[in-house]
């Protein structure tokens, strides 16, 4: 008949079922293979050995003088005076909060390209050069007002 299923059809469409179902996970592994193939030969060096990258730089301080290296991550205070800095030089940081946010990230990039800084400066050489800049700016006001009353 054709419209039953008797007793000796049942194994053999479980087994077709089965095979169905391999080929499924089989199309999906090899998909996942295909979208995972750029990430893990990225993580795999020339030679063959797994390549490790940090994400983040490291603060480095020297115990001995206690000066902060060039790559150290700014505290909140410092991106605060950064932020002041960088709106003294008419670059709109947003609130001056001391949280590095999109404003910031945005105002300091623009300083970047206005004072023709490395693309690659970090945090801290921006932080340096506006403070520098600042002081700079203010001793030169300062020497311009003592001129202008002698």
Same mark, same amino acid.
């Given at each position: @008949?054709?419209?039953?299923?008797?007793?000796? *059809? +049942?194994? @053999?469409?479980?087994?077709?079922?089965?095979?169905?179902?391999?080929?499924?996970?089989?199309?999906?592994? @090899?998909?996942? &293979?295909? @979208?995972?193939?750029?990430?893990?030969?990225? /993580?795999?060096?020339?030679? =063959?050995?797994?390549? &490790?990258?940090? /994400?983040?730089?490291?603060?480095?301080? *020297?115990?001995?003088?206690? +000066?902060?290296?060039?790559?150290?991550?700014?505290?909140?205070?410092?991106?605060?005076?950064?932020? &002041?800095?960088?709106?003294?030089?008419?670059?709109?940081?947003?609130?001056?909060? =001391?949280?590095? =946010?999109?404003?910031?990230?945005? /105002?300091?990039?623009?300083?970047?390209?206005?004072?023709?800084?490395?693309?690659?400066?970090?945090?801290?050489?921006?932080?340096?050069?506006?403070?520098?800049? +600042?002081?700079?700016?203010?001793?030169?006001?300062?020497?311009?007002? *003592?001129? +202008?009353? =002698?």
């Amino acid at each position: @008949m054709w419209g039953t299923i008797t007793p000796e *059809d +049942s194994p @053999m469409r479980s087994h077709i079922q089965g095979v169905f179902i391999l080929l499924f996970v089989a199309i999906a592994l @090899m998909i996942l &293979a295909r @979208m995972a193939a750029p990430v893990v030969q990225d /993580a795999f060096g020339d030679n =063959g050995a797994i390549v &490790a990258e940090s /994400a983040e730089v490291v603060d480095v301080v *020297d115990l001995a003088d206690g +000066s902060v290296s060039a790559d150290a991550d700014l505290t909140g205070e410092e991106v605060a005076i950064l932020q &002041a800095n960088l709106a003294e030089q008419g670059f709109d940081p947003g609130p001056i909060d =001391g949280i590095l =946010g999109r404003g910031t990230r945005d /105002a300091i990039s623009a300083a970047i390209s206005e004072y023709k800084l490395d693309v690659n400066s970090s945090d801290r050489a921006v932080f340096n050069y506006l403070e520098s800049l +600042s002081e700079a700016l203010k001793a030169a006001a300062a020497a311009t007002s *003592d001129l +202008s009353e =002698g």
